[in-house]
């Protein structure tokens, strides 16, 4: 067996497939190792290879850009041999899970990487907050990835017309979307969730508390993440993941659990934002100026729409927030941009300072 039939038999469970192994083909004449990332931790990585589980450092690939680090998810060449032993470098990805970092810099954070699904879980122990679900799906949209809603804990609510109305105001926020609901208490919607990312490979996104890793060990099969209570008072939960794990699903497939998310900014995710409220987007190419700002222009479709009850407001406003956060993340490395913004700003606030001129004129 070749080393490459041996790789395609050994990685397959981990999403390994020709068009990898074709990737890595000048690594293989390297006398590398194909691998991928199942987790990451201060530098150094778990990367499972034909002949097991290796631990590397990542430092030899570390460059100044964060969007370029290793990362879970990624496929590797990495060396046989060595103390300490090093991954040299990672395969081009098909998609990567990128947020925009806590800090004032325009950075962006990689969070995983070649993921074909993303699982959104919703805790429904605690009121629906429909402008976070947006904001993960426009990630999720703008990162390649297929994304999916999964409605936690759902035995908490145990009339279905109730859950049936959560579900379609979801839904709602979510065009496009498949929006699920599931009890991994009580195995109830597990089957369905587990069709859906029996193949590829999903990422398990969502803030704490959220059952994440309860979800987790339950598409696993055994309790492979530590699970521990919500508070009661805001359904919040303490960080019990802590690292990017990758986990080989027995019903095929594979699954990335991360970290309770607190903070989710966007980064450069404006088609993202866009696939989100594709509804608002098909609106907006009947404005009469094809730069409406769906404020205060004449002829503006998308106010229509408002006006007549078809778009609720919530979904603009939620709109409008997104879409001004993207732009600003976006402005902070495109000077021009930032000076057209601006520009803007000043003739908004020219036509508000107008505006209430001509007010105070009728009123005198």
């Known amino acids: 067996m070749t080393s490459s039939s041996a790789a395609l038999s050994a990685l397959t469970p981990y999403g390994w497939d020709d068009a990898w192994a074709d990737a890595f083909t000048p ?33 030899f690939v570390t460059p100044h850009d964060p969007l370029r680090v290793v990362c879970t998810g990624d496929w590797v060449a990495v060396e046989p ?31 995983a990487a070649n993921v074909d699904h993303a699982v959104i879980a919703v805790s429904l122990a605690v009121e629906l907050d429909l402008g976070r679900v947006e904001r993960f799906l426009a990630l999720a949209w703008e990162s ?11 035995d908490l609510v145990p009339d279905p017309v109730t859950l049936s109305h959560l579900v379609q105001d979801v839904g709602t926020s979510a065009p496009g979307v498949p929006v699920l609901t599931v009890s991994a208490l009580h195995g109830d919607g597990l089957d ?28 696993v099969g055994e309790d492979v993440m530590d699970v521990r209570a919500a508070r009661d008072v805001d359904g919040k939960g303490r960080h019990t993941t802590t690292t990017r794990n990758l986990l080989a699903l027995p019903s095929g497939g594979v699954l990335i659990d991360t970290p309770g998310l607190r903070g989710v900014g966007l980064f ?13 987007e098909e609106l907006a190419e009947r404005c009469r100026f094809h730069d409406c700002s769906h404020e205060s222009e ?48 000043k003739r908004k606030g020219a036509q508000g300072r107008a505006a209430m001129e001509a007010k105070r004129g009728r009123w005198s």
């Open 27 to 59: 690594y293989e004449a390297e006398g590398l190792l194909p691998g991928r990332v199942i987790r990451v931790d201060r530098g150094q990585c778990d990367v499972v290879t034909p002949g097991g589980v290796l631990r590397a450092d990542t430092a």
């Open 81 to 111: 041999g060595g103390n300490p032993r090093y991954v040299r470098a990672y395969l081009p990805r098909r998609t990567s899970f990128v947020r925009s970092t806590s800090s004032k810099r325009s950075e962006g954070q990689i969070l």
């Open 144 to 154: 390649g990835a297929q994304p999916v809603v999964v409605l936690t804990k759902a």
């Open 192 to 219: 369905t969730l587990v069709a859906l990312v029996g193949s590829g490979t999903s990422v398990l996104l969502g803030q704490s508390g959220a059952g994440k890793s309860t979800l987790a060990n339950a598409l």
């Open 268 to 280: 450069d995710a404006g088609d993202g934002v866009g696939q989100v409220f594709s509804e608002i």
């Open 298 to 345: 004449p002829g503006c479709a998308v106010r229509t729409a408002v006006e007549d009850g078809e778009l609720p407001v919530r979904r603009l406003e939620s709109y409008r927030k997104l879409m001004r956060e993207n732009q600003w993340i976006v402005a902070k490395t495109d000077a021009r941009l930032r000076a057209e913004i601006k520009k803007d700003w």
